[in-house]
Structures are given as structure tokens and as C-alpha cells.
């Protein structure tokens, strides 16, 4: 006798899903900008700060790929040295907002009632500012540098991880192990830390990523606009401020900079769009 | 859409705004050390200090000091500038109109880029089209806003001569052609945000079932793209366009600052590093009760073009 | 005898998905008399949406629909985009199982005639206000002229079913496709729809496929069913031959899952298994894996669908062990 063979007991196979090429092309974009963040003196050949004048406002050349500045500085070896501190400005504007946001998200959806309330009507507050203008304000009373540049972006950039997190925690609440949990006798605390959070965290996550480049470009807004970063720092916002006056004669002092900072912030919002798409709950 | 729904969001601003009004003065009132010694600067002896307290007020509680900020303010005084000598609320009507023109100009230029892209890649999606669009916009999206603002300034401004690089103009035809660079600058930053979400709700439309439905009733595809999809990506423009104010007008900062535009971003800028308090506060308040009614705007209008949004 | 409106032969349509291609109609061969009221019954996943929506040719690319439909001496698969809008929508409507996706929420119920007049009858401004005012009156929508404004969420479920007939109905057509129209209505609702339709049919001597997963639908309302499993007709009878005794083991599980089905008051059964998978069958008969009646000869190859008694049609193996049923549709009916 034949054996029963039921097609519709067999599942599809379901097709691979391998990464997509624009998240790998991210990925070892990263790869290069925390090698060059690590490492700048394996890259660069000149130091970021030291003036040569035999070699100012030299144009690309095979000594000077990306030409030289008006005190000679390499801009090559500035735009790799850059990348450490661009580097440090996407971690240090998103991970604190990304910390006490999502904590906090957390932590209100879960106890809803006035603590969300209270929450919910400081994070109306902060949205009417531009986040520009506000974090400007702050920088201006606490004073132009990179410290209080995080400070002030810490302040205002909780409120999306807040909003992730609390909407997640809140469906997850609903979903059936948190309510077993609580039929185990489990404590809240355990409830939220270990059952909620890990899973609700991962749209914060994702964001996260998009944050990164957002972050890099008001870190160098700011340092163009003279209150972030401060010269001769090799910040790359600040390197685009200091060429912008030799633009007719000298593009290149501006030019690279500037296409190292876009190159950053492509590189983290590919790697967000990939991690959007691998993290997706699949259907 | 009633009259009585217009109401009950304007008077939702009131306490919201009293709210912008205290993290303002406590803002203010941050200022690491005495203030007026700051502002003074070399010439501040105590006698000057503490004549110049008793006249601003900061020599009472600070209860005392926010009711006179807010009694102030309502009646229309933000204080006058300490490097200008003008009132702020002038400052505010001489710079405004500027700021004004420039992001509406850019709102206009980038919708008008943003909206037919988004179109066409929602239509071709996945496609070669599709990629094109939305890998030269996901690089928009990383372009810093000043850095596309000083290569357009030198580009089309001072090596082509094509634009002039700065100022205002005296007529409506001038400031269209004296702000052009600057607001395609912001047009392009804006564009960028729109298309990807614009494209995606556009492909939702398409695949809705009332798209079929007009196709099986034999509509033309002409009339279906304007009547049943182009509509629905109007709504979807407008809301993204109001989330989107705070974006623009921290853009039509950075711009005005690179394309020496006398408008209200500029004077915050400057009013920072000439840390002129009284206007920076002024500012701040102007931004916030901009974005407010922005966003009460957006909803009204959301509120006309969609016939659900009148439920909620 | 008269000619049949619409000539299927041969209809397959195959939908690219990232596990495969689906095959979701295989081969389909039916004719559709004027006049007559025919069901297209099955599971979900059986295919039956998918070839009502491809006699119109819905279906977009890169779903792929080959064979033909002959309506009026043309293949409507292969017409050009013009001619094919004359017949979709005019000669030929659709509705849809859902009034509340497939209604554009953001034009009114008015409008949404209105476009379907100005298309199809030419009829602008007044003309069609009245008109459209009329359909609405038509289908049993109280005070019409005022919900002409009115937009779709500001009707109830049942009274959006009877816009969206009045929409379809607009252009007067020869032919009514309707998808589901009552599965998403509450049972006495539902029964109004279908006794609208079946006066609608009356007064407007239309023709009619009723696409449902629900015999006691077809038992109320059709003259005629096909049966579909699997993207093919597996039996085509008319509804009193079927409900007395079906010449297919699929049609009889279908039967006997039935409430008041049979001579004899019995426990439900329902038919074990779920539908077979498009991307990959089994050679032999599609309902082989559920069948009760299966034996090897099933396996062999793919029963092809025969006339096996005057107007009756099935693609079962073993067609002439099956017991009759002895039912009507009267029982069935909702």
C-alpha cells in the first residue's frame, strides 16, 4: 500500500531570508568607520592638527588626496581622525535618549494611569520645540562644547524611544505570558524586566539606528554652527564651517568633510532599514 | 467639520502653551552664575549688578518673577534685546515674514518634488525606478542641510552667478528669486523625509480594495490616479508635512545662517553668541506656539480632506 | 437553444509568491446562460475569487491570467485596455465582499455613482443626481436623495452593501459578478441582500455569479452551481440535481458539514484536512488526501471533469457510489 501523502499537512518550505545586500553594504560601511574610529594613525599618513606651511590650500594631489587647508593640515588625515569623534556624537546623542527613553516607556506603559499621564503631557511639551531650536537653547545657556551638546540632545531626544517602547509594552501587556506570568505569582518588576522589555525594546532598537545618522548630522550642525564641537577639533561639521569661506578657491577643504559625514549617515540608516526588515515579525 | 471641534483645540493650546511659558523661564533662569554680571560683562561692579537686579526683577522670588514674565507677556511684551535695543516683539514682526516666506517657498518646492517621485515609485515599485528614487533620497536624508546650502550658495550662487547668495529682495518677485537656493536647500531636506513614507502609503492606496473596486467599475487610469489615489496622497502629504514643521524650521536655521538670510533663525543664532537672553526666550516661545498651531492646523485640515477624522 | 453570455475555456491564473508560483486556477471551462443565476461554491483558497476577479481581468501584474473569456463575440483576456473598459464596469459589474475597503473612504456614496454615470451613461450634473438618487431607492436605501452626500462610514453594514449594488448597478450591466457579497453581514441582514439581488435579477434581467463558501447561499438564490477545489471546477449541476444527490465526494463532504442537510437530522462532519497547497500538488485528484471514497485509481492521474448525466459534470472517480443526499434546497436555505 502506498503511504498517505498529504500535501496540505506539509508546511511550504518557507524561503530563506537572507540579509539584503543594502544591510550588508551598511555593515561593512560600519565596519570601515569603526576601523578608521579605532585606528586613525594605521589610515591617516599626516597628524589631524599639525600646520605645515610649505603645503597650504594645496589642491587633491598624490601626497594630499583630499588637498590641504589654509594652515596645510592634511584633509584626508583630518576627515579620518574625524571619524572618531562624528563616531562618538552618533553614540553619545542616541544611547542616553535611547536608555531613559525606553526605560521609562516601559515603565509607564506598564503602570499606565497618572504615570503615563504625566509623562504623556511632558513629551507634548517637548515636541512643540523644534528639536533644533531647543537643543540650541540649551547649548546656549549651558554653553557651546560637545558635553553639554549631549546634555541637551539627551533632553529632548527621549521622547520617540519613549513613545516606541510604552505603545510596545502596552500591546505586550495584553499578550497571553504576561498574563501567565502573573498567574505564576511572579513579581511586576520581573514581569517588566525580564518577560516585557526585551521584547518591546526591539522597535527602539530599530530606531535607534535611524537616530545614529540624525545624530551625526545635529552633532555637526552644531559644530558648523559653532556650538557643538570646537576647532581645531577634526569634527567634521566644524571642517566643513572651517573651508566655507575658501569655497571659490579651495573646494575641497568643505567638499570631503561633508561627503564623509553623508557617508556616515547612509551607512547607519541602511543598517536601520535592515534591521526594520530582519526584525519584523514575520507573518 | 463644527465649529464647536475648532474650539476645543484651541483652548487645549491654552494649557499646553502655559507649559511652554514655564520650561521657557526655567530655561532662562538656568544660566549657570548672575546673569546680569554675565550679561555685563567687564563693566559689572556690585553697585551696577545690583541696580540692574532691582530693575529687571531679579531680585524677587522667582514665583514673583514668572507672574511678571507671564503678565508681561500677555500683554505682548517679550523684553527688549540687549545687543539691538529693540523691543523683541519687533524683532519678532520685522524677521518673521522672512522665515515665513522662505519655508513655505520650501514646503511648496519640496512637496512639488516629493509628491510626483513618490508617485511614480509607488506606481513602479520595485523596479529599477523605484531603487533610483529611493536610493537618491535616502542619501538626501543624510546630506546635512548646511552642507547642500554652502555647495548650491557656491555653486548656482558665486561660480555660476545663476542666483544671488544672500539676502531678501524688496518685492515678492525678488524674494521668490533671492530665497530660491535657500529654500531648495530646505525643499530637497524635505523632499527627502517625504517621499519613503509618502511612497509607502501611496502603494497602500493602490492595493486597497477600493482601487479595484474603481477599476472594475471601468474607470480610466487617469481618473483613478487623480480621483481615488491622488487625493488619499494628499491627505497623507498634509499630516506629513505638519509632523515635519519642527524639522523645517531647524532647517530654515541652519540655512538662513549659511545664506546670511535676515529671518528669525539667524537671529537666534546670533542672539546665541551674543547670548541676548531676552531674545533667545522670545524666540523659543515664537517657535513653540508656531509648531502648536502648525499641528492644530494640520489636524483641522486633515479634518476637511478626510470625512472619518471628524469621529475622533 | 440560446447562445451563453460569457464562454469560459481553458482560464488559468498563476500568482508568482516567494515560495513559487501559485497555480490558483487550473483549467477552468464554464458557460454562463442569460438570465441565469449561477454559484461558484468552494473553501477559501479554492480559487473562486481569484477567477471572478480574471473574468474581468482584475488582476494585475505580475499575476498572469491565460485561456479566454468570450463575452459578445470577444476574448476579454486579450482586448485592448479601451475595449475592455466598456465591458468592465458597464456591461459587466463587480462587487465586493467587503463594501467597507472596497467603498473609497474619502468620496461620497454621491460621487462614487456619480463616476460610474459619467463613464458608462454619459449622465452629468442633475441628470445624474437624479439618477443616482434613483439606484439608491433601487436597492432599498431610505430618504436616498440626502445620503448622496453622505460618505461611506456614515452608513450602516447592510446599507453600505446596498450603496456599493448601487454602484455596480449604475451602468445597467448584463452581468453581476459579486464576490462574498453576504459573508461580512449578519445573518438577517444578509437575507435582505439576497432577496435584493434575486429582485434586482428580476427587474433588470441581469445575469449573476454569486462567488460564497456558503451552500446554503447558493440553495436560496442560484439556479446553477459550480463546484471548485483545488483552482479547478471538480462538479457543475443544477442546484436541485446537486442538493439531491452531488456526484462528487468533495460536494458531499461539503454537504454533510452542513446544519439541516439530508433526510435524516445528523451530527455535522466536517471534512478532515485543510486545502491543498497550489505551489506543489500531488499528481492524482486534489481532494485525494481528504477523501473517504479515496482509493489508487485517485492517484493515477487528474480526474478530468466529465458529463456523467444530462447537465451534470463532476471530476470524481468514484461519482456513481456516492449516496444520495435526497435533500432540497429549501432545507438548506438560510
Not at chain 3, 485528484?285 to 471514497?293: I, V
Request: with cysteine.
Amino acid at each position: 500500500m502506498t503511504t498517505m501523502h498529504s500535501p496540505a499537512l506539509e508546511v511550504a518550505p518557507r524561503p530563506r531570508r537572507w540579509p539584503k545586500p543594502t544591510l550588508l553594504i551598511g555593515l561593512v560601511l560600519l565596519l570601515v568607520l569603526i576601523f578608521a574610529a579605532l585606528f586613525p594613525q594605521a589610515l591617516a599618513r599626516y597628524s589631524p592638527t599639525d600646520f605645515d606651511y610649505q603645503a597650504i590650500l594645496k589642491g587633491p594631489s598624490a601626497a594630499h588626496p583630499f588637498g590641504t587647508d589654509n594652515f596645510g593640515r592634511d584633509i584626508l588625515s583630518r576627515v579620518i581622525h574625524g571619524t572618531r569623534i562624528d563616531m562618538q556624537i552618533a553614540i553619545f546623542t542616541t544611547l542616553f535618549p535611547f536608555i531613559f527613553g525606553t526605560l521609562l516607556g516601559a515603565l509607564t506603559g506598564y503602570l499606565g494611569r497618572w504615570s503615563d499621564a504625566v509623562v504623556g503631557r511632558i513629551a507634548d511639551l517637548v515636541v512643540v520645540f523644534p528639536f533644533l531650536v531647543l537643543v540650541i537653547a540649551i547649548v546656549a545657556v549651558l554653553g557651546p562644547g560637545l558635553m553639554n551638546m549631549y546634555i541637551a540632545v539627551s533632553a529632548v531626544g527621549w521622547v520617540s524611544y519613549w513613545r516606541l517602547t510604552r505603545a510596545e509594552v502596552m500591546n505586550q501587556k495584553k499578550a497571553e505570558y504576561a498574563q501567565a506570568g502573573r498567574v505564576l505569582g511572579y513579581s511586576p518588576s520581573r514581569i517588566l524586566l525580564r518577560h516585557l522589555l526585551p521584547n518591546a525594546v526591539t522597535p527602539a532598537i530599530v530606531y535607534l539606528m535611524t537616530d545614529m545618522s540624525l545624530g551625526i548630522l545635529l552633532g555637526a550642525s552644531l559644530g558648523y554652527l559653532g556650538l557643538g564641537a570646537q576647532p581645531p577639533t577634526p569634527e567634521w561639521g566644524v571642517m566643513v564651517a572651517d573651508g566655507k569661506n575658501f569655497m571659490a578657491t579651495a573646494w575641497w577643504i568643505s567638499t570631503f568633510p561633508g561627503l564623509a559625514l553623508t557617508l556616515a549617515g547612509v551607512t547607519f540608516s541602511l543598517i536601520g532599514d535592515g534591521l526594520a526588515d530582519a526584525l519584523r515579525p514575520r507573518a | 467639520m463644527h465649529t464647536s471641534y475648532v474650539l476645543r483645540r484651541l483652548l487645549q493650546i491654552i494649557p499646553l502653551f502655559l507649559a511652554v511659558m514655564v520650561l521657557v523661564f526655567t530655561l532662562v533662569h538656568l544660566i549657570p552664575g548672575d546673569p546680569v554680571s554675565t550679561l555685563l560683562g567687564d563693566r559689572a561692579t556690585p553697585d551696577i549688578v545690583a541696580r540692574a537686579n532691582k530693575e529687571l526683577g531679579l531680585d524677587k522670588p522667582l514665583l514673583v518673577q514668572f507672574g511678571l514674565f507671564v503678565n508681561q507677556l500677555l500683554h505682548g511684551n517679550l523684553g527688549e534685546s540687549i545687543n539691538l535695543k529693540i523691543p523683541v516683539l519687533r524683532l519678532i514682526g520685522e524677521r518673521l515674514p522672512v522665515t515665513l516666506f522662505l519655508t513655505v517657498y520650501a514646503a511648496v518646492l519640496g512637496v512639488a518634488m516629493a509628491v510626483p517621485l513618490a508617485m511614480l515609485a509607488a506606481v513602479r515599485r520595485n523596479t529599477w525606478v523605484d531603487a533610483v528614487i529611493r536610493a537618491v533620497f535616502q542619501v538626501g536624508l543624510s546630506l546635512p542641510v548646511f552642507y547642500v546650502a554652502l555647495q548650491l550658495l557656491t555653486l548656482l550662487g558665486a561660480r555660476l552667478g545663476w542666483f544671488p547668495i544672500g539676502g531678501y529682495g524688496e518685492n515678492f518677485g525678488e524674494h521668490l528669486f533671492h530665497l530660491f537656493l535657500p529654500a531648495l536647500t530646505l525643499g530637497l531636506n524635505l523632499a527627502a523625509i517625504l517621499v519613503r513614507t509618502l511612497r509607502n502609503s501611496i502603494i497602500e492606496v493602490l492595493t486597497a480594495e477600493y482601487v479595484d473596486f474603481a477599476r472594475a467599475k471601468g474607470l480610466r487610469g487617469s481618473v483613478i490616479m487623480t480621483r481615488h489615489v491622488l487625493r488619499n496622497a494628499l491627505i497623507a502629504t498634509v499630516t506629513l508635512l505638519g509632523l515635519n514643521i519642527g524639522a523645517l524650521i531647524g532647517g530654515a536655521v541652519i540655512t538662513e545662517t549659511v545664506f546670511a538670510i535676515p529671518g528669525v533663525g539667524r537671529l537666534m543664532v546670533d542672539a546665541i553668541f551674543g547670548r541676548d537672553y531676552p531674545v533667545i526666550q522670545g524666540l523659543t516661545l515664537m517657535f513653540a506656539l508656531i509648531v502648536s498651531l502648525v499641528f492644530l492646523a494640520t489636524d483641522l485640515i486633515h479634518a476637511r480632506l478626510d470625512p472619518r477624522a471628524e469621529l475622533s | 437553444m440560446t447562445a451563453p453570455l460569457l464562454k469560459v475555456r481553458d482560464l488559468n491564473v498563476r500568482i508568482p509568491t516567494p515560495g513559487g508560483v501559485l497555480h490558483a486556477v487550473r483549467g477552468v471551462n464554464f458557460d454562463l446562460m442569460p438570465g441565469e443565476m449561477l454559484g461558484l461554491v468552494g473553501e477559501s483558497g479554492s480559487g473562486k475569487s481569484v477567477t471572478l476577479r480574471s473574468l474581468i481581468r482584475l488582476h494585475r501584474p505580475p499575476i498572469q491570467m491565460t485561456g479566454t473569456v468570450e463575452y459578445g463575440g470577444k476574448n476579454l483576456l486579450d482586448s485592448s485596455e479601451s475595449k475592455l473598459r466598456d465591458v468592465r464596469g458597464g456591461r459587466i459589474s463587480m462587487i465586493f465582499q467587503e463594501p467597507m475597503s472596497a467603498l473609497n473612504p474619502v468620496l461620497t456614496v454621491g460621487e462614487q455613482i456619480g463616476e460610474n454615470l459619467r463613464e458608462h451613461k454619459g449622465l452629468r450634473g442633475k441628470a445624474a443626481q437624479d439618477r443616482a438618487a434613483e439606484l439608491l431607492d433601487l436597492t432599498g436605501i431610505p430618504s436616498p436623495r440626502a445620503r448622496l452626500a453622505d460618505y461611506p462610514h456614515q452608513f450602516s453594514g447592510g446599507m453600505r452593501q446596498r450603496a456599493m449594488i448601487a454602484i455596480a448597478l449604475a451602468s445597467e450591466p448584463q452581468l453581476l459578478l459579486a464576490d462574498e457579497p453576504t459573508t461580512a453581514l449578519d445573518v438577517t441582514i444578509q437575507d435582505q441582500i439576497l432577496r435584493l439581488l434575486l429582485r434586482l435579477r428580476e427587474e433588470m434581467h441581469m445575469s449573476v455569479i454569486l462567488v460564497t463558501h456558503d451552500l446554503g447561499v447558493v440553495a436560496q438564490t442560484c439556479d446553477r452551481v459550480a463546484v471548485m477545489y483545488g483552482g479547478r471546477l471538480v462538479e457543475t449541476a443544477g442546484v436541485n440535481d446537486l442538493f439531491h444527490a452531488p456526484k462528487h465526494a468533495y460536494t458531499l463532504g461539503l454537504m454533510r458539514s452542513l446544519p439541516g442537510a439530508g433526510e435524516h437530522r445528523r451530527p455535522l462532519q466536517p471534512i478532515p484536512g485543510g486545502p491543498p497547497d497550489l505551489r506543489s500538488l500531488p499528481p492524482g485528484c486534489p481532494f485525494a488526501p481528504r477523501c473517504e471514497y479515496v482509493t489508487d485509481d485517485c492517484r493515477v492521474g487528474e480526474p478530468p471533469l466529465l458529463e456523467v448525466a444530462p447537465g451534470r459534470f463532476s471530476a470524481c472517480v468514484h461519482y456513481s457510489e456516492l449516496p444520495a443526499l435526497k435533500s432540497t434546497p429549501e432545507e438548506v436555505g438560510v
